[in-house]
């Protein structure tokens, strides 16, 4: 008996491997505010998934923004039973580019305070 085909799924995601990332990308996917937001929230360095954010876009344009960051390299995505839980790639950005990410979310940070944004 021949072993069977392994089973794909469409169910996942395409990520860049660690040496496909560009640090123009990255910061491409983190010019744009709402992406930069999501990056925030995602740097206390829990794992949350898509519904947890209330972005200020429509639901198409909220896909938009996680399948930049995705793809740039800066979240991996993957799904948990029916959720599509997302986490920075701390991890893979630190070592091709050491102390950016810190850097990018603590001045991030700094400029939500100065503008009274919370989020």
Known sequence: M??????????VLPHPARAD???????HALSDPV?????RELGAGDELS??????????STT????????ESGVIRQVYRG???MNGLRRDDLDALFPGLLDTL?????????RLGDVG
């Open 2 to 11: 021949t072993p069977a085909a392994p089973i794909t799924s469409s169910r």
């Open 21 to 27: 990332i560009r640090l123009e990308g990255v910061l």
């Open 35 to 39: 992406r930069l937001s999501i990056a």
């Open 50 to 59: 898509c519904s947890h954010f209330d972005l200020p876009v429509t639901k």
């Open 63 to 70: 896909t938009h923004h996680f399948r930049v960051l995705r």
């Open 82 to 84: 029916t959720a599509k």
């Open 105 to 113: 979310l603590a001045a991030a940070d700094r400029q939500a305070a």
